[in-house]
């Protein structure tokens, strides 16, 4: 396993792999590898012949006053994971070799980035959309792997992908949990033992819409608000949004259907914590 940091020398790696009849899969990460990042490479080495981590903690997805700085990063640790994993590169740029002085071209997707995440945080999908095209450029892969975790990100990216007529497939991974039923995040890590029990309120929540329904709720509002309530309960949540969207517009829903998909953002201090899940089976 090889680890690179250059634009040019990853560039020239693909380059040549794919004309020596090489195919790439690429899972692009901000590192702080957990077992759900591992899910994505395990799926991408049976993708590819040559399998591509990238670890860049991306300014431009930040907002003000977001965690950029304080984002956890363990490069060793990394390096451990992705080889257990099977990575053959891992793709490690600098924020200074991604955005050098005089960088000024962004991708905007419009429409199913002004709901949820692109609502509650203005410019992340901007951010996220610049980078992950950048990184294809860079990595030209034929595969990338994505989590369902972050729901909305891999429906923008979908749209990206079909709208600039990106020839590269784009595969979603189911999220991957803890035992207890807390969504795997990077970000877990900065939870306290009390908010980390907390915390548990937001798969509680998916179940709780689940059954729900399974009593007969079709109204979309009623069920946000029982939720709400629930989520409530817990004395440091504070919620981002919970909302039941169409899977594919991620348009807010009034009646549940088997497209129905339930979207938390709640915080316990100055953690966000996101999670989500389909609540009717089709
Ligand atoms: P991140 O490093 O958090 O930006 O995530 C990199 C990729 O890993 C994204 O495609 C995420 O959706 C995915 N991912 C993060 N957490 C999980 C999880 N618990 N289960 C599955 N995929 C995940």
Redesign the pocket.
């Known amino acids: 396993m090889d680890t690179i940091k250059s634009v040019n020398e990853m560039q020239q790696f693909v380059i040549e792999a794919r004309a020596s009849g090489k195919t790439i899969a690429f899972?692009?990460?901000?590192?702080?590898?957990?077992?759900?990042?591992v899910?994505?490479l395990e799926e991408g080495r049976k993708r590819g012949d040559i399998l591509v981590l990238s670890i860049f903690v991306n300014p431009t997805q930040f907002g003000q006053g977001e965690d950029f700085e304080d984002y956890p990063r363990d490069l060793q640790q990394d390096s451990q994971f992705a080889k257990a994993a099977g990575v053959d590169i891992i793709f490690a740029p600098d924020a200074s070799a991604m955005y050098p002085i005089g960088y000024a071209t962004y991708v905007d997707v419009d429409g199913i980035t002004s709901n949820l995440c692109g609502a509650s945080r203005p410019g992340h999908f901007r951010g996220v959309c610049t980078v992950v095209s950048k990184l294809f450029n860079i990595v030209q892969p034929h595969t990338a792997?994505?989590?369902?975790?972050?729901f909305q990100?891999?429906a923008v990216i979908k749209r990206m992908i079909a709208d600039m007529n990106m020839p590269i497939d784009i595969v979603g991974?189911?999220?991957?949990?803890e035992d207890d039923g807390l969504?795997?995040?990077?970000?877990n890590v900065y939870l306290s033992d009390d908010h980390r029990k907390q915390a548990l309120v937001l798969s509680q929540s998916l179940n709780l819409g689940r059954e729900l329904i399974a009593a007969g709720k079709t109204d979309a509002a009623s069920i946000v608000s029982q939720l709400t309530d629930n989520i409530k309960m817990q004395p440091d949540a504070d919620i981002d949004y919970i909302q039941i969207c169409h899977q594919l517009s991620l348009e807010d829903q009034v009646t549940i259907d088997a497209d129905s998909v339930l979207l938390l953002a709640v915080r316990f201090g100055s953690t966000r914590l996101i999670d989500n899940g389909f609540l009717r089976e089709a």
């Open positions: 899972v692009p990460t901000m590192g702080f590898l957990h077992q759900g990042h899910s994505l792997i994505f989590g369902a975790k972050d990100q891999l991974m189911p999220i991957f949990r969504a795997m995040s990077s970000r």
